[in-house]
């Protein structure tokens, strides 16, 4: 398994943009299948999106689809999720996850970052 701590959550306006990290600490990173779910309050858990371990499939969850982009770097350990034209209704706690096989109800789990976006 891998330890997984994100970051780069905060406050933005309706329109803007932020950048999330994912810092992934263990061997063989290259391995996983990579994902960002988000939750926000009263509600399920969401997926957002996710990364093959061949560094090229992508999936996107429709809502976020042209507006997020999901991207990993090998030599540094890091996932990203660049979130451009943010909306109130992406408001939630991001987390990402890692797993081999992408079952990521099996998977390592990162303790969330919070996103809001307001005026």
């Known amino acids: 398994q891998v330890h997984l701590v994100e970051s780069g959550g905060g406050l933005v306006q309706p329109g803007g943009s932020l950048r999330l990290s994912c810092a992934a600490s263990?061997?063989?990173?290259?391995?996983?299948?990579m994902a960002w779910f988000r939750q926000s309050p009263g509600k399920k858990l969401d997926f957002v999106a996710a990364i093959m371990s061949d560094y090229t499939t992508t999936h996107y969850a429709d809502s976020v689809k042209g507006r997020f982009t999901i991207s990993r770097d090998t030599a540094e350990n890091v996932l990203y999720l660049q979130m451009n034209n943010l909306e109130p209704e992406d408001t939630a706690v991001y987390y990402c996850a890692a797993d081999l096989r992408a079952d990521w109800s099996r998977g390592s789990w990162g303790q969330g970052t919070q996103v809001t976006v307001s005026s």
């Open positions: 263990g061997r063989a990173f290259s391995n996983y299948a």
